[in-house]
């Protein structure tokens, strides 16, 4: 239909409300014969959309290499270096959204394309492969390109290495970068942020692990650039992960022994700082786990068959017969069965709840069906107060309590029974759809 309007007379620069042409509608949306035919026809590879969007920019998002060949060939000449009302370029958009082919066609043309060039916010193509976890364009652009992007720091007093913290799900990443010896581990932005900071301020725990025991030094301290210069508010990292209510990483901060340290930091005094006490949970780390608790027990109890759902009083409480950190595990009578009881404690422990827990257990447990799997009878999940989980009753007790309190000499067929039948239940358990790690076998 396209041709025929075109041989007609249609214009093929007509513009949208948005200032597009149909040729960036083409490009936007990857039909790659439609493109060919509207340059045939003369289509401006160079018109701007609404916000300085070429069509170049669009297929370099989207990720059609085809359609940027297209683009950027001899007849066509698309300005490789345009730039959108926020000075993107094409090359911030493949980097930030993964496109390798197209960044590499990009950066090993004959055209003069800027790799280093800066947007409004002074971030890079390799910011932008950093921020988006992008560990192959990173290579790609440093490997083609050189090192001169690694020292640039974006309006945020962030470098590309800050960026890598900043996503926080790539160590990779971020050792590499660490690898070219161009920016230290310790570098600190123009506010004094580190690469510490932004992991902790994003809550990345595997990462901050990582880059302490790199020698990342927890000490060094940034400044609010919101502040006049005659306020002084120096925050470790410690405080970055404290204010956002990461308290993982409080705990981890607080209690981290480096090789050079005799003792690890004392738990009421802040590293580097003026020795203030911080307490965990913190007032936001507590709102958001308390609001976490709540949505998860929701999530259980809409979730849950409806004749799992027990009450309270439906449950006949009888000896103790087991407890743990959890609770305790009482005999009782519920529902006219012999059953065993299991009552959490409402209480939380550092950043690992109870609820958690219980949610956790309660979800695996409704799941099972099994003969050499424990039966599940259901859970009062009402209020955290009374949180309780029923299961069949196993008179004979554990069989860790037989063999290792008990004493019990088992002779050769029981001792064949026995592991027939675990190993029949786990083997039901590491096949099920989503397999279940029982790690607590004895």
């Known amino acids: ?41 003369g289509a401006d590879v160079n018109v701007s959309g609404e916000v300085g969007d070429r069509p170049l920019h669009l297929a370099s998002a989207k990720g059609f290499f085809n359609i940027v060949k297209l ?48 947007n409004i916010y002074g971030d890079t193509p390799l910011h932008l492969a950093c921020y988006n976890g992008k560990f192959e364009i990173a290579k790609e ?28 799900k790539s160590i990779d990443l971020v050792k590499f970068l660490l690898d070219q010896n161009v920016v230290s581990i310790n570098h600190q932005g123009r506010d004094g942020h580190t690469g510490l900071h932004s992991a902790c301020y994003h809550g990345h725990i595997r990462l901050v692990q990582f ?11 940034a400044c609010d650039p919101s502040r006049s210069s005659g ?8 405080m970055w992960a404290y204010e956002k209510g990461h308290d993982a990483i409080v705990t981890l901060l607080k209690h981290y022994k480096r090789p050079q340290d005799e003792l690890p930091c ?27 608790e709540k949505a998860d027990v929701l999530l259980l109890r809409a979730g849950l068959p409806s004749h799992f759902h027990l009450q309270l009083s439906e449950i006949e409480f009888h000896e103790i017969i087991g407890s743990g950190s959890f609770g305790k595990v009482y005999k ?3 529902r006219n069965k012999i059953v065993a009881i299991k009552r959490y404690r409402a209480n939380t422990y550092c950043s690992k709840s109870d609820v958690d827990m219980f949610c956790r257990e309660v979800s695996i447990l409704c799941r099972l069906n099994h003969p050499c799997i424990i039966q599940f009878v259901g859970a009062c999940l009402n209020d955290p107060s009374q949180f309780a989980i029923v299961t069949q009753y196993i008179s004979g007790g554990s069989l860790f309590s037989l063999l290792h309190e008990q004493k019990r000499i088992l ?32």
């Not at 926020?86 to 590499?104: A, M, Q, T, W, Y």
């Not at 440093?142 to 590309?160: D, H, R, V, W, Y």
Request: hydrophobic residues 35%; proline residues 4%; contains cysteine.
């Open 1 to 41: 239909a396209a041709d025929v309007l075109l041989q007609h007379g249609a214009n093929v620069n007509v513009q949208d409300a948005v200032f597009f042409t149909p040729l960036h509608i083409a490009a936007y949306y990857g039909h790659e014969q439609v493109t060919r035919l509207l340059l045939k026809f």
């Open 71 to 118: 683009l950027m060939e001899e007849g066509s000449k698309a300005d490789v270096n345009a730039q959108d009302n926020e000075d993107h370029v094409p090359l911030h958009f493949c980097s930030r959204f993964g496109h390798n082919d197209i960044v590499k066609y990009l950066l090993q043309s004959d055209v003069e394309v800027q790799p280093h060039v800066v």
């Open 141 to 168: 652009i440093i490997q083609i390109s050189g090192i001169e992007s690694l020292t640039k720091e974006n309006i945020f007093s962030e470098t590309a290495f800050h960026s890598a913290c900043t996503y926080g």
């Open 211 to 221: 880059l302490l025991d790199n020698g990342a030094d927890m000490n060094l301290v």
């Open 231 to 238: 306020e002084k508010d120096e925050q470790t990292c410690l």
């Open 266 to 292: 004392n738990e009421y005094s802040q590293p580097g700082g003026d020795g203030s006490y911080v307490s965990v949970p913190s007032p936001l780390g507590k709102i958001k786990s308390m609001t976490k």
């Open 332 to 334: 009782g009578r519920c």
């Open 411 to 442: 002779d050769l067929q029981s001792k064949l029974i026995i592991a027939v039948d675990v190993a029949k239940g786990m083997e039901y358990l590491h096949n099920l759809t989503q397999p279940i790690i029982h790690r607590d076998l004895n």
